[in-house]
């Protein structure tokens, strides 16, 4: 669906930018202050959230083809691998590079592998969320969606804001909730209401970014920092004001996608979320050090270089990976592979008595 890979193109910009404005903060090029980094601070409330509610969108479908215990091994598998393939690959090259880094790491933490670097966190939740939703099952029925979006709701607003960095799998439980409503409400349905004219579009995207902007001036935080919570109303607060720039942000993608140029580049970063995710971070880092060593010093300068070299860099890479044989980066090899999609295929449902039994799926 075009609207939807649109929408996965635009949090994964933001992602991009998110980490390539926190490393010029980190390195002193930038203050936090700065009108910049005030917007960075707005866009990580709905971010991982939006990334969270997109990936529960195609759960449903994809259980319907591989069952949920088909589904569950073969989505953790993914998660797991290539969270330790990048786990080394992106340790490595902070230790080798430590002496023009913001931060230095030593070679003993290629033991640590629990302990999350950056980004990397989302991976092993991916794991945890997938299990949660496959569970829920939110999208069987009215009831089911109702208890699972209680009960889920209530873990993520007290779970926001609280994230373990030794707990392997426990960072960004606040995201869970957008997880469950995403497989709720399906790809179908979001698509449906995603298609709407261009009035009630502008309209909806209007209403919705009012709303976050004002929520924001409250003093809402993001669910996936460790940020000491001043006041209980903030919580909840924040999860709306997450979902209301859910909101705003797939109804950007709804304009975006009806405007030929904008939508095939949108799109083309959509279908390439996570290999993106895993590498951009190394890219934006690299980009600025090696401005800042070439003397360029426009904050404007290395931050569009930064987030379009850490946004151009990954796509080219997975596609060179499928082309000479590494796709082992970005997805699991041989028999690892074959073993996390090798569970049984759900057997489809009868239709009628007379169905032949060397007609079903085994």
């Known amino acids: 669906m075009p609207v939807i890979d649109v929408a996965r193109g635009l949090v994964i910009v933001g992602v991009v930018f998110n980490h390539t404005v926190d490393g010029m903060v980190s390195a002193r090029i930038l203050d936090i202050g700065s009108p910049i980094g005030q917007f960075n601070n707005a866009l990580y409330v709905f971010r991982m959230p939006a990334l969270a509610f997109l990936l529960g969108m195609f759960i449903p479908g994809a259980v319907g083809k591989r069952g949920n215990k088909g589904y569950i091994r073969e989505r953790a598998t993914f998660a797991l691998y290539l969270y330790l393939i990048w786990f080394f690959i992106q340790s490595i090259a902070e230790i080798l590079t430590s002496n023009v880094r913001n931060n230095n790491r030593e070679w003993d933490s290629l033991l640590h592998v629990w302990a999350m670097p950056a980004h990397l966190w989302f991976l092993p939740f991916l794991a945890v969320g997938t299990i949660v939703a496959v569970v829920a099952a939110a999208w069987r029925s009215r009831r089911r969606a109702s208890v699972a979006l209680i009960g889920v709701g209530v873990i993520s607003c007290l779970a926001w804001g609280w994230n373990p960095d030794g707990w392997f799998g426990m960072r960004g439980l606040s995201l869970l909730f957008f997880v469950v409503v995403g497989s709720a409400l399906g790809l179908r349905r979001v698509g449906m209401a995603l298609s709407g004219t261009w009035t009630r579009i502008a309209l909806v995207a209007s209403v919705s970014s009012t709303l976050f902007v004002a929520m924001v001036l409250l003093g809402v935080m993001p669910g996936t920092q460790n940020i000491g919570v001043s006041a209980w109303w903030v919580r909840p607060l924040s999860m709306l004001a997450a979902a209301t720039g859910i909101v705003a942000l797939l109804s950007v993608a709804a304009f975006f996608s009806r405007v030929p140029v904008i939508s095939w580049v949108f799109r083309i970063l959509g279908r390439y979320t996570l290999q993106i995710y895993v590498v951009h971070v190394m890219i934006a880092a690299g980009t600025r050090i090696a401005l800042t060593r070439l003397g360029v010093d426009s904050v404007p300068g290395i931050l569009i270089t930064g987030v379009i ?54």
């Open 309 to 362: 070299l850490a946004t151009l860099v990954p796509v080219a890479m997975a596609r060179a990976a499928d082309k000479f044989g590494f796709a082992w980066l970005f997805t699991p090899p041989g028999a690892l592979g074959r073993w996390s999609k090798a569970a049984n295929m759900p057997a489809p449902k009868r239709e009628n008595a007379s169905v032949k039994s060397e007609n079903r799926s085994p």
